[in-house]
């Protein structure tokens, strides 16, 4: 980086100075050695502002991938545990309807074997009614991966305004520059 900006700047001295020659050859206003002066001093600015600037905006950048990728494995987690929710959202509305299905058969007439199978099974279905806890662990880090999701999320913007600031500060004119 600083090579670059040094062969630019080795660049920029042999035009000024090739200019300044051209110049003197015509004229050797004042005027025009001052304006080329002012124009070098600007230019050195500018390339001092950008020695600085740059690295830092690349930094950010860096800063600012690698949290796009830590934001998008947290919406992948928070996604995967969504879906968990509704396989035991689903599995749960079935051991209801099984339920629902056995209490059904038991209120009819049945041959005592069938009977005894369906009355063994219906407090087994009533347990597994009743156990929320996998459905309440997996709502619990539901809530998680969306509040760091969130948290993740206002790093990524934060680096994006810093990037964006980075850009005005290069693109913005020097007070001195016309």
């Known amino acids: 980086m600083q090579r670059q900006i040094a062969m630019s700047a080795g660049l920029l001295f042999s035009l000024w100075a090739g200019r300044v020659q051209a110049q ?3 004229t050797s206003d ?3 050695m001052q304006a080329l002066l002012t124009e070098v001093h600007q230019l050195r600015i500018a390339l001092e502002k950008a020695t600085v600037v740059v690295p830092r905006m690349q930094l950010a950048l860096q800063r600012m991938l690698a949290q796009e990728q830590k934001v998008a494995r947290v919406s992948q987690q928070l996604q995967d545990v969504r879906k968990q929710i509704d396989a035991e959202t689903r599995k749960q ?5 099984q339920l629902s299905s056995v209490e059904q058969m038991l209120g009819q007439d049945l041959e005592a074997t069938r009977r005894k199978d369906l009355e063994g099974l219906l407090p087994r279905l009533k347990d597994a009614v009743a156990d929320q806890a996998a459905l309440q662990q997996l709502r619990a880090q ?4 969306a509040t760091l999701l969130q948290g993740e999320q206002a790093v990524l913007g934060d ?3 810093q990037l964006n600031a980075f850009d005005r500060m290069l693109a913005a004119p020097d007070p001195g520059h016309q």
């Not at 539901?142 to 991966?145: F, G, I, Q």
């Open 24 to 26: 003197t050859g015509a």
């Open 30 to 32: 004042g005027a025009t």
């Open 93 to 97: 509305a079935d051991l209801r309807q």
């Open 142 to 145: 539901e809530s998680d991966a």
């Open 159 to 161: 680096l994006n305004v």
